[in-house]
């Protein structure tokens, strides 16, 4: 989903919704998606109201771009959220100093430098407050956003005959 024109619809495409189509396609995301929606819920004790919204917001972005992108998405299993929660976690650990990580650092351990930086904007635009300073706050965003974008691309159905190529 690296095409920024695609990027750049799937956020308009969230932020034009009305109130009744985003709850319709809320619906639709968590019986698509229970895993990964119960993963985000779980979180809600960990964010403020706004932020934990914005990171549901944020998967369904996700969504929307790999559906514009024609990609298929399998369902996001609680395995696929596991391995890349280890995997996203190793590489920040990789690059963690006394004061949390670097954010530009994150960009590059990121799975996938541009989407990342794409997403970090869009929360930045989109929260009340934007992305605020707070210590460990956004670092904890910017990680559960690289877990979001692994999921997504773990879960991309490649046809067999790809597969083998």
């Known amino acids: 989903m690296a095409n920024p024109v695609t990027f750049d ?25 229970p895993a990964l929606f119960g993963f985000l819920m ?6 403020d ?22 990609l298929t998405i399998n369902s996001i299993t609680s395995v696929i959220i596991q391995d890349v929660t280890r995997e996203v976690v190793e590489n920040v ?25 794409e997403l970090r904007n869009f929360l930045h635009q989109e929260l ?3 992305l605020r300073e707070r210590k460990g706050q956004q670092h904890n965003l910017m990680v559960l956003v690289d877990v979001l974008i692994g999921c ?3 879960a991309v159905d490649i046809p067999e005959a790809k597969k083998s190529e």
């Open 128 to 130: 009340k407050s934007g």
């Open 93 to 117: 650990e990789k690059i963690d100093s006394e004061d949390g990580p670097n954010l530009e650092e994150m960009v590059k351990v990121s799975r996938s430098p541009f989407v990342f930086s």
């Open 49 to 70: 109201d706004d932020e934990h919204e914005q990171l549901v917001r944020t998967a369904m972005l996700l969504r929307e771009g790999f559906r514009l992108a024609a």
């Open 9 to 33: 619809l799937a956020i308009a495409r969230i932020r034009s919704m009305s109130d009744k189509e985003y709850g319709e396609t809320l619906t639709v995301f968590m019986d698509e998606h």
């Open 42 to 47: 779980n979180l809600s004790e960990e964010f």
């Open 152 to 154: 997504f691309e773990e």
